[in-house]
């Protein structure tokens, strides 16, 4: 053997002695660890900020209480008797709903937050209303579960005892939110008129908001629909009003005559209540200097006059 390629082949030795050196002197890769490396035990906010202020009496009013030993939230009460929606609610329904449909997104939102690494103290409203900082697991858990879970307790809330010896003057709106309703629309008929409309185009399951901008002093009211259990809170809207269009909350009573639902709907409206949560979201704006970016409810603002409204899809 010539001495070239004696001395190729204990170069090619060499090399080939220090691949298997090096391979062995490796670490071995780390075994994963659930409680560490699990997607749902990461991080939650990818971009933590300001937390946007609720207001006590906002929670107040829609009965969000948080239990300060195990940190899960109660399903909160309804302001009226399973009964009292009759003959236009059954009784079935209203119990239905709320034993069952709200009390399940209570549960899995509370397994939602129970996954989270630490929630910043953040109550669900806040949560929805800066979705975006959620990773992607969370953002998507949270807008369904936590969406569900509020969601349901403002349409509750707005609803009310019947009391069919009042005039039919007395069980309109009025105070505060007529005023809105006027400034923004002209007359409660054309507002109902253009909410039944937008209800009654709604495709699928979802619901139909009438809401304040970010600003309440704006004095602007917004029709917005959401699909599925989006919040508006998510688009920068504050909810005072909405119909609840998914066949679980009518179809035991209406079957699919969802148009009939949407008009008897507005006689179970409770107005005084309306108005409270105009006045919370108000005092909630006061709290803050900062209460949101509002540039989808902006920009809605000035079509959103008497002549038309707006209508607002998370698909």
Known sequence: MSL???????LLLVVITELVTSTEAEEPEPEPDPEHDHPEKRNELKRPRWLPKISDRLLELLDIRRDDVDGTYALPKLPFEYSALEPFMLERTVRIHHTGHHAAYTSRMNSV????????????????????????EFRYLFRNQGGGFVNHAFTFYVLGSVDQTQDEADLGPKGKVLELIEDTFGTPDILIERLSSTATQVFGSGYVWLCLAN???????????????????????RPILGIDLWEHAYY???????????????QLVNWDRVNRLV??????????????????????????????????EEL
């Open 4 to 10: 070239m390629k004696r001395t190729l082949l204990l």
């Open 113 to 136: 937050i129970a996954h989270m690494s630490t929630d910043v103290g953040r109550n669900p409203l806040q949560h929805l209303m800066h979705l975006d900082d959620l990773i992607d």
């Open 215 to 237: 600003k309440a002093s704006s004095r602007r009211l917004h029709i917005v629909h959401t699909a599925n259990q989006d919040s508006p809170l998510s688009d920068g809207y």
């Open 252 to 266: 035991l009573q209406y079957q699919n005559k969802r148009t009939e639902y949407i008009t008897t709907w507005w």
């Open 279 to 312: 006045d919370a979201w108000i005092e909630t704006e006061g709290s803050s200097d900062d209460f949101g970016d509002g540039s989808l409810a902006d920009a809605a603002g000035d079509a959103n006059g008497p002549d038309s409204d707006v209508t607002r």
